[in-house]
């Protein structure tokens, strides 16, 4: 099984990861501990592969969840972005879980590791067969919109062709990760897919763009008896707001229709919302697609990335994934979903 080589020239897209080998028990604690935080010295490593996150037991108190940011992926100044977001949210009592403000801060530097201390929140998946939570979830979300179309990021980049398109194809082709005899098919069906993508916006027009979460999977959301909360808006960015809709919807057309149905009965009751961004379906899932590829390309050199994705990179991988694109092809050139 042939896996892509570590490219030679690791930029801020590909920080030099090793770094995290350094990120020890003994460093995490130590962490806290200079932001007066005192673990009991039990650690639980969380499912994350972008960052490194840990729940600690503090000595005498609750246990919190440590975050320590990937080194060179985003700026300090982005990074707050998303604290200062979260936190406008939290103030208009919207159920997010932001960044403990210690010393006046929300971001920490230890040993050279950026990090930001949550509290833990439990939840559990929801329930998005249910007509009642997806109505929920856009109440939810509509909320959100409207806070985030109040003012706009500075610091954090837009989802767009470029960032999610263009710029993962050519980190693809020019740092050779692709089979030699798949190059060809591979080039062909990315043009084909960005040529639709770019039919979609066209079709659609110019659009709102807000502050999002970016990454709006149920995987990010926890839910109680009070309802939802989100978690994890280390993807936030700027883009249409279907961007933060369309990955709640799921099965056949049928089904995806009425899934949107409920979710904008609750969405509009505080945001509105532009049908013609139902013409951007399609080209946002297409444009994750490309991204998923090259951000695992990117990551490669992290211990972490080949234990938990053996698959990637094989001539099984991307010869799906062209088949998969000519299908995305196809699908970007069907009629827009139709909520009732």
Sequence with gaps: MSHPPVPD???IDTPTTWSYAGLTPDTVLDALDSVGLHGDGRLLALNSYENRVYQVWMDGGSPVVAKFYRPGRWSTPAILEEHAFTGELAERE???VTATIIGGRTLHEFQGFRFAVFPKRGGRAPELEDPKTLEWMGRFIGRMHAVGALRAFHDR???DITTFGEEPRDYLL????????LVDSWTRVLSLTLDGVRRCYDRAGNLRTLRLHGDCHAGNVLWTDDGPHFVDFDDSRTGP???DLWMLLTGDRAAANG?????LAGYEDFCDFSPRELLLVEALRALRMIHYAAWLARRWA???F????PWFGTQRYWQDQILALREQVAAMDEPPLTPA
Excluded: K
Aim: aromatic share 4%; no cysteine; net charge negative.
């Design 94 to 96: 919207i159920p997010v």
């Design 302 to 304: 992290d211990p972490a």
């Design 157 to 159: 980049p837009s989802l």
């Design 9 to 11: 020239d690791l930029s």
């Design 174 to 181: 020019t740092h050779g990760l692709l089979p030699a005899d």
């Design 306 to 309: 080949p234990a938990a994705f």
């Design 241 to 243: 707001a279907v961007q």
């Design 259 to 263: 899934q949107l149905t409920d979710v």
